[in-house]
């Protein structure tokens, strides 16, 4: 099976979905708003996604990297706590979800992929952003932000947490719905 990265010369249409009430919701990629593609045609899409896409390791980091049609690494699905709060569960393992590191309240602490236990530091608030399709995500624990470190774009660079800053794109998430897999050739 052949897998493409996305891009916006694909015509990537990036969703704004309501939020679905209810134990889960459709399973979506995660693209940070600062992303090349979103300013310039042709540019690469960032997905946040589980480092080498070890999903099945507690404490593996959750990074950007280029967005993969398909990827389970890349996509996440909500499971709702209340009509505020839900985990993000991953795609090829839904007994895993994104939460900080060690349940820290630091600036700069890091996402990692973890079983899920029903901690603050795993449950997230989306709000809107000013840009249509795109979100801030609140960590319930800590009341901080995901964000990407440094605000920067490129392949590894860390999903973190911060305050909420005015302007800072890459800490904004838009959603795509992700692909769905066709029954096997």
């Not at 979506?28 to 708003?33: A, E, G, K, Q, V």
Request: proline letters at 5%.
């Amino acid at each position: 099976m052949k897998r493409a990265v996305i891009n916006t010369a694909l015509g990537l249409a990036v969703v704004a979905s309501s939020i679905a009430v209810g134990p889960t919701a459709s399973a979506y990629t995660l693209i940070s708003r600062a992303s090349p593609g979103y300013s310039q045609s042709g540019g690469t899409m960032f997905c946040a996604g589980v480092a080498a896409g070890n999903v099945n390791t507690d404490g593996t980091q959750i990074i950007i990297w280029p967005c993969i049609v398909g990827a389970q690494d890349q996509q996440w699905t909500e499971t709702r706590l209340n009509d505020t709060w839900f985990s993000l569960s991953n795609g090829s393992n839904p007994n895993q979800c994104m939460g900080v590191a060690a349940g820290s309240v630091s600036h700069g602490a890091q996402m990692v992929i973890w079983h899920f236990y029903g901690s603050g530091n795993q449950y997230w608030r989306k709000d809107p952003s000013p840009h249509p399709g795109c979100y801030y995500f609140t960590n319930l624990g800590s009341q901080l932000v995901m964000g990407v470190a440094g605000g920067k774009m490129s392949q590894g660079t860390p999903v973190i947490q911060w305050e909420q800053l005015t302007g800072h794109v890459d800490q904004e998430w838009c959603f795509a719905t992700a692909p769905r897999r066709g029954p096997a050739a």
